[in-house]
């Protein structure tokens, strides 16, 4: 069967309840509910802003925190991603956006290269945006570069207000992932010398 470049994962543990669903060749619609509602927020502006539709629903230990939540969010969505994406064969592969977000610029960068590595360079005013603890930020990005085997590189190249800061972060991730993600008429079979990714 022809992939259709949609994927369904389900993740139980004793701390968290994931399920993810993933449209690579959506519209931006989205459907979250994490119990952690900025969260929820930026997952949205990931979609909207990648042109993924996507569906996330997680029953997390949130009485401990919100880590085991945003981690475990981003563990499911980075499998959705590799299971969306098949073989790769036809992809871009790779993906840049820059997003202003008033005072602050944000640049994410990514490498559907099998290969998983993140590198985040961020430094937050505030110890929370809403129910979010900003330190979690780094760790959902990490969940979904390993999970997603890619190279993702994000950061903020300046900026003053946290919730800006965040909030570039996620829309360029989100323009990163669609752009990397596309298919492009040009690439015949697997983008790699090597034959696979």
Request: net charge neutral; proline share 1%; charged share 25%.
């Amino acid at each position: 069967m022809k992939n259709r470049r949609v994927a369904e994962v389900s993740r139980r543990t004793k701390e968290t309840d994931v399920f993810v669903k993933l449209k690579l060749d959506g519209k931006g619609s989205s459907k979250i509910a994490t119990g952690i509602y900025f969260f929820d927020h930026m997952l949205s502006l990931l979609a909207k802003h990648g042109l993924f539709d996507l569906e996330v629903g997680c029953e997390g230990d949130l009485e401990v925190d919100g880590h085991h939540t945003v981690e475990d969010v981003g563990i499911a969505l980075g499998e959705a991603f590799g299971q969306a994406l098949g073989s790769k064969e036809g992809i871009t592969r790779y993906g840049m956006a820059y997003v202003p977000m008033d005072e602050t610029l944000g640049r994410a960068v990514v490498d559907f290269s099998g290969r998983s590595f993140l590198v985040c360079k961020a430094k937050f005013s505030a110890e929370r945006v809403g129910e979010l603890n900003t330190e979690l930020v780094e760790e959902f990005f990490r969940a979904l570069a390993v999970h997603g085997k890619m190279n993702l590189h994000i950061e903020i190249l300046y900026g003053r207000n946290s919730h800006h800061m965040v909030e570039a972060m996620f829309k360029s991730a989100g323009r990163a992932l669609c752009q990397a993600a596309a298919k492009d008429s040009q690439v015949k079979g697997v983008p790699s010398t090597k034959g696979i990714l």
